[in-house]
């Protein structure tokens, strides 16, 4: 007895195979049995009663012979009309399958922080591309604190940052996994009064006589930096200018007598190209470990499980 709300299925497909449509097709293309059979990889005898099975499962007969060929009767036009619809709507999923193997049917959100955008995002980025050609990824630079936000109201997939302060229960929802850890460096311009200095170490007095760049406060980053100023006794600066964007900063220190907090993996490669130059300065307080984090709650797609896995295995290779 068939099911309230659904669709029977006609006994008919019970008894087709897709090999016997595929060799009605190839005795119209080919006009004969023994080329038809031949195009398959089969004997004309397999072909001939594979025919018949066919023409019994339809209750009608296909063809008509004409000399040493075959020409479709009526009921031969109807049923290949038919079937090559099916052969269209077969190609197409094979299509579609092949789209979606290269991940065409989805999109991974990525949450990460600056000091792992040159490379680890980058590498494991370039990798799943190779992987999955098709796939949409849309990439968000910020502070963890502002991506874990996002991570937990599900606009993110997975995040590559620090795991924030937990203060209750209710924020024990992440899964973390540490990669590296990172310090923090002072940079300034090139032309730096402070660039200019011959001290092998600079005390913390000496900074505080110009203007700060700084991540917002709530970032892991912030905290160490306000940190070090209670430390010293000293109250942040005024007039302080914040930023996520590395790329704010340095075309703000190239035009002022700036200071930037930024991590040390970002300053050094910006000094290599002479865009920045590090202060000779150490922080006593230092940044906990960075990684990955997802959901605790939220089932992880494939597509973002094997991001994860590329994530990680450049890290351990590093």
Not at 56 to 78: C, I, K, S, T, Y
């Amino acid at each position: 007895m068939t099911k309230t709300g659904t669709t029977p299925i006609p006994p008919l497909l019970n008894r087709l195979r897709l090999r016997q449509v595929a060799l009605l097709l190839a005795i119209h293309e080919c006009r004969t049995l023994r080329g038809a059979a031949d195009s398959l990889g089969m004997t004309q005898s397999a072909a001939s009663q594979m025919l018949q099975e066919l023409e019994d499962a339809l209750g009608e007969r296909l063809f008509d012979r004409v000399g040493r060929g075959l020409q479709l009767n009526p009921a031969g036009h109807l049923v290949m009309n038919s079937f090559r619809n099916l052969r269209n709507n077969v190609a197409a999923l094979t299509h579609e399958l092949e789209e979606l193997r290269q991940g065409s049917a989805g999109k991974l959100f990525i949450g990460c922080i600056m000091v792992a955008v040159p490379t680890h995002l980058c590498s494991a980025l370039v990798e799943l591309k190779r992987r999955y050609p098709l796939l949409s990824v849309e990439v968000l630079i910020d502070t963890s604190d502002r991506l874990v936000e996002q991570l937990r109201d599900g606009t993110i997939d997975v995040v590559i940052g620090r795991l924030p302060k937990i203060t209750g229960l209710s924020e024990q929802d992440c899964l973390f996994r540490p990669i590296a850890d990172e310090n923090i460096a002072i940079a300034v311009a090139p032309g730096h009064p402070l660039a200019k200095s011959a001290k092998k170490r600079l005390d913390f007095t000496s900074l505080l006589a110009y203007p700060w760049i700084l991540q917002p406060r709530g970032s892991p980053s912030r905290e160490v930096i306000e940190q070090e100023f209670l430390a010293h006794h000293a109250a942040l600066p005024l007039g302080l200018i914040e930023t996520t964007s590395i790329l704010v900063a340095t075309n703000l220190l190239a035009y002022e007598n700036m200071i930037a907090a930024i991590p040390h993996s970002i300053a050094a490669m910006y000094e290599t190209t002479g865009v920045l130059k590090t202060l000779p300065y150490t922080f006593k307080h230092s940044l906990t470990n960075w990684g990955s984090l997802v959901h605790r709650d939220r089932t992880v797609t494939p597509i973002a499980q094997r991001f994860l896995d590329l994530l990680h295995s450049q890290a351990n290779a590093s």
